[in-house]
Structures are given as C-alpha cells and as structure tokens.
C-alpha cells in the first residue's frame, strides 16, 4: 500500500538543501514518489494510508560511516587511555574472548541503538563472524556494508587466508538483503598492514570492482612512527600502494596538513570523521571545516561504542559542528545545513550509496525518519535546523523506515526483542570477566 506522510516538517537534504516547513511526502513501492507543500489534495485517497505527522519532522535516514558493532559488548569496559594502550592492553585482550555468541548479541544491541537513535545505513567493519552480522542487518531491515578488517602482521599464508576469506564475504553479501547490504575490502591500516599487502588488497578489491575502507592518520604518534618505518606520511604512503585509485574511504584523518589534504580531494577519498572518539582517546580534532573547503566528502562515523561511548549519530553531529568552530575561532564554519548534510548525503557520498539514499528525493529508496518535534528543548518551533544540530538527539526519533517499510515505530523496534537482547549482552559481558 502506498502511503502518503503530511502535516509534516521535512528536511531533504537535497541538492538545494530545501526544507518544507509544512509538507507531505508520498512513499510508493519502497521510494519517495513525490514531496511537495501544503496538504496533498490532488492525491486519491483509494489504496493509500494517510498519516498526519502532526507537525513532526522527517528527514533522510542517518547514517554511520564508521563502527565496529561486536564492540558494543566493551562500553565502559576502559576509559581514559591513549589509543594504542587502549587497544593492547584492554580491548585486544577481550576481543580474544567474544564468541559468535557474544559477536551476535553484542552486534543486535548495537542495531537496536542505532535504529532507535535515527541511523539506518551503517559501515561495519570487523574480523569475525561477518555472516552472522550481515544476516541480522537481512533479518532486522536495515542497510548496512559489510567490510572484513584485515590485520596484516602475519605469516603470508595468513595474509593469503585472511584476504581469500575478506573476498569470499563481499562477493557473499554484496547486493543481498533487496540491495540493502554491500561490501568493502579493509586492510585495517597503515601501522597494522605491510605496504605490499594494502596494494595487494587494493587491487583485489579493485577486481572485484568494491570500494575500499581504512584507518588512518588517527593518532600523531602513529604519523610518526609511519615517517620512521617507510619514510612517508600515511597519506602519500597509501598512495604509493595504490589505495586511492579506485573508490576510497578513510576513517579519522585526524593529523592531515595541507599537502596531504590536497590528495585525498585529488583522488576523491572519502573521510570518516569520527570526532567524539577522537576526543575520547586524545587522538585530536580532524580539520574538517579544511576538508571541506578543498572539496572533500566528509561523513560521521561513531567508531566503536568503546571509544565513543554511543552510537547516537545526532549527538556526533553536534560534537563535530562545535568542534570546528571552536578550533578555527570561527562561529561560521560548518554551519547546520552542512551538519545535517554530514549524517545524510555526505554519509551516502562516502558509501557509494548517494544515487539511491541519504536525501528525501524523487526515485530513491524511502529510508527516513520521524523525530517528534513538540519537545520543550525543540521550542520554539521556527528553525528545523538549528533545532536538530544544536538542541536535539536520538531520544527524539519515533519512527524509522528503510526502503519504506517500518523497522521502529514509536520508538521500538519492530524486529529486534530489545529487552531480550540486553539481558544476553549483560550475561556474557560478566562471562568474559
């Protein structure tokens, strides 16, 4: 049944950014059929459910360009230590004990937060159990890319064996799940992959014709330690293997100067920002409001609730849009259109995704959401955008839709038993003890 949504306030994110202040969107087959103004009467009412939104907002379905959902099972399990220590001596060690139990309980719980918080299309990129994420994200209805992180410190029989394995789940997957689900290559970084192992990675995926993901240029001490080991910065250093030459994305990008910038807009990398873990570990602030400038796609990734310590892409908007303010003293850099536009066709531009999602446009697929806007902290009610970047978050998302059929509805999720799921988690955290 088609359905026709009015009496809204809509954010398109669309190219011209338009924002219907009193609108109506008609969802038909699973996409957007028309968006307009006013009240729809020249729309039959025969075989259509109408729903008055109230005055309530839809915007595009958010989305997450960097995580780790098994890792969910580890919020609040270390705070206050840099990244590498963070990583060695507190969450490799329990990494080592997650079961396919733990990675499925842990990876719904991650799911039902992000739907709850308005995020429907995720980047997940993880060493185990990939097929059992990737049938929750067919189960549940959301959208989702699926990437293997590929450490490279090993014997080349494991490299071969890891690679062979990262391929096997993207050809697997990608395209499943009605088109909702697509995959990456990931050579996990710089400093965790050999030179000649990234390109290997990189040429593969370029095969295969599928984008490829990574860490990098996250910590100072990481930029450093590349100059000393290859004599290159992290940029030029995944350049020479090769990495930019087909569809790129990067997570951090955090210790990037102006040269460095210069190539990632030259080869169109993409840039997953993911300021509120950055923070978290000290790691820095990236220089997005420069990206942007010089013509990079920037998107929001949350990284793993461990560093962050949630998955509340609204909250990481805000963070990311004050950030840049505060650290050029401007109060003009990255205004709130372009915040939206960071968790929506930014998003969809650094997945590869932005022909069919991240705006409320004619012909794409229906993911979208419905925030309720009568909240006092939303009040008054004359700015949609500033209202959302600067006074809203997560909790004000009632409703979200992907490909038009509805996963969460007044704030549940339909497909996902939450109270089950968080008793599991709960269980085996105290297990891995």
Not at 45 to 54: I, N, P, R, T, V
Not at 159 to 184: C, P, V
Request: charged share 25%; with cysteine.
């Amino acid at each position: 049944m088609d359905i026709v949504f009015y009496n809204a306030v809509i954010i398109t994110a669309n190219e011209k950014n338009e924002v219907y202040s009193s609108g109506y969107v008609h969802v038909k087959e699973g996409r957007f059929f028309e968006i307009g103004c006013g009240f729809p009467h020249h729309i039959k009412k025969e075989d259509k459910e109408f729903k008055d939104l109230q005055g309530n907002w839809i915007l595009p379905g958010l989305i997450n360009t960097h995580g780790h959902t098994p890792m969910t099972l580890l919020r609040g399990h270390s705070d206050d230590l840099p990244l590498k220590r963070w990583l060695q001596e507190k969450m490799w060690p329990m990494e080592q004990k997650l079961t396919r139990e733990a990675v499925v309980a842990s990876s719904k719980l991650a799911m039902i937060e992000m739907l709850k918080s308005g995020t429907t299309t995720f980047l997940d990129m993880y060493h185990l159990y990939l097929d059992d994420i990737a049938s929750i994200v067919d189960e549940v209805g959301m959208r989702a890319v699926i990437t293997r992180g590929i450490i490279g410190l090993c014997s080349r029989e494991e490299q071969k064996a890891k690679l062979a394995e990262a391929i096997s789940i993207a050809k697997n997957w990608h395209g499943k799940g009605d088109g909702r689900i697509t995959a990456m290559l990931s050579p996990h970084s710089p400093y965790l992959c050999p030179p000649d192992y990234i390109a290997e990675i990189a040429a593969e995926a370029r095969t295969i014709g599928l984008p490829v993901h990574t860490h990098m240029s996250e910590t100072a001490q990481e930029v450093e330690e590349n100059v000393q080991k290859y004599g290159k910065r992290p940029v030029e250093h995944l350049r020479s293997t090769g990495f930019f030459d087909g569809a790129a994305l990067v997570a951090h990008a955090v210790h990037v100067n102006d040269e460095e910038l210069d190539i990632l807009a030259e080869y169109r990398v993409a840039v997953s920002h993911n300021p509120m873990s950055n923070l978290k570990l000290g790691s820095g602030i990236a220089p997005v409001q420069q990206m942007l400038n010089k013509g990079v796609t920037v998107s929001l990734g949350t990284d793993s609730v461990a560093s962050n310590n949630n998955l509340d892409l609204i909250q990481e908007m805000r963070t990311a849009v004050l950030l840049q303010k505060g650290i050029n003293e401007d109060p003009m850099a990255v205004n709130t259109v372009d915040g939206v536009r960071l968790i929506t066709a930014n998003g969809a531009k650094s997945l590869g995704l932005h022909e069919r999602i991240g705006s409320i446009v004619s012909g794409f697929d229906a993911d979208f959401i419905t925030l309720q806007a009568d909240g006092v902290h939303l009040q008054p009610s004359i700015n949609a955008f500033s209202h959302l970047v600067y006074s809203a978050s997560g909790t004000d998302v009632v409703d979200v839709y992907v490909k038009g059929k509805q996963i969460v509805k007044n704030k549940e999720c339909l497909f996902l038993d939450e109270e089950k799921i968080i008793a599991e988690c709960n269980d085996l955290y105290n297990k891995m003890l």
